[in-house]
């Protein structure tokens, strides 16, 4: 089995590039141990391991687990006071705006009250037509997302509202059209969102962490110049 990629390890703490498709923790559902990355970190590093927070099971790289208790419940506290940074890159159809802000409120449970949220986007590049020779009217913008609330999906769910659903998504993009996408641009059925940078106070030395992973392999399929 392929070891995971650590992107940083000390005595406290370790973050893993989560491949998309992987759980965090084991779930209601039977998966097998390749599938749920607390389970394969915990074996690759012979040692019981923490998740700190979550990603999305379609949702690739940075990923933190502490290797303690105590570390694991001090920077669960900074997740949930808000004192992380986290930066993601998504893909969608159209060329998006330069730069906008969506304060559309969310609902974390279908019948709880709409909360606050607050996501703010940047767009990084552009394929504009012609760019993809299976479909030459295809366009899509590289983006980056910045959650400044913690809402249910709210990355996913502000950029529905955007009219920019991202690529691979199936619960908001649609199953035919993201199995479309997925051929047309040698995807699969993956959504094309990735955790790439968290940034916080590491929670026993103090000192600034800052987490980032390397450009997803299926994003270069979109945006070759990510390679370099």
Same mark, same amino acid.
């Given at each position: 089995? /392929? %070891? +995971?990629?650590?992107?940083? @390890?000390?005595?406290? $703490?370790? *973050? ?7 759980? =965090? ?78 304060? /559309? %409120? +969310?609902?974390?449970?279908? @019948?709880?009250?709409? $909360?606050? *949220? ?7 590049? =552009? ?102």
């Amino acid at each position: 089995m /392929t %070891p +995971l990629h650590l992107l940083y @390890e000390d005595d406290f $703490l370790v *973050a893993i590039d989560k491949p998309a498709g992987m759980i =965090v923790h084991p779930g209601r559902d039977a998966e097998g141990p390749e599938w749920i990355a607390m389970k394969r970190l915990r074996d690759q590093l012979g040692r019981r391991v923490f998740p700190v927070h979550r990603l999305d099971r379609p949702t690739s790289g940075v990923l933190l687990f502490a290797l303690d208790q105590q570390t694991a419940a001090l920077a669960q506290q900074a997740f949930e006071h808000r004192k992380v940074a986290k930066t993601y890159h998504a893909i969608v159809c159209g060329i998006a705006p330069p730069a906008w802000r969506c304060e /559309t %409120p +969310l609902q974390n449970h279908p @019948e709880g009250e709409s $909360l606050a *949220a607050q996501t703010t986007f940047q767009r990084l590049a =552009v394929a504009p037509e012609s760019s993809f020779l299976r479909d030459p009217t295809l366009s899509l913008s590289l983006l980056q997302a910045t959650p400044l609330t913690g809402r249910f999906h709210q990355i996913r769910r502000h950029l529905l509202a955007a009219g920019l659903p991202i690529v691979g998504d199936f619960r908001y993009a649609g199953q035919d059209r993201s199995h479309q996408l997925g051929a047309i641009l040698g995807t699969g059925t993956r959504m094309l969102l990735q955790s790439k940078v968290l940034e916080l106070q590491h929670p026993r030395t103090g000192q600034p962490l800052r987490l980032e992973a390397a450009a997803d392999a299926d994003f270069c399929r979109c945006f070759p110049g990510l390679a370099s």
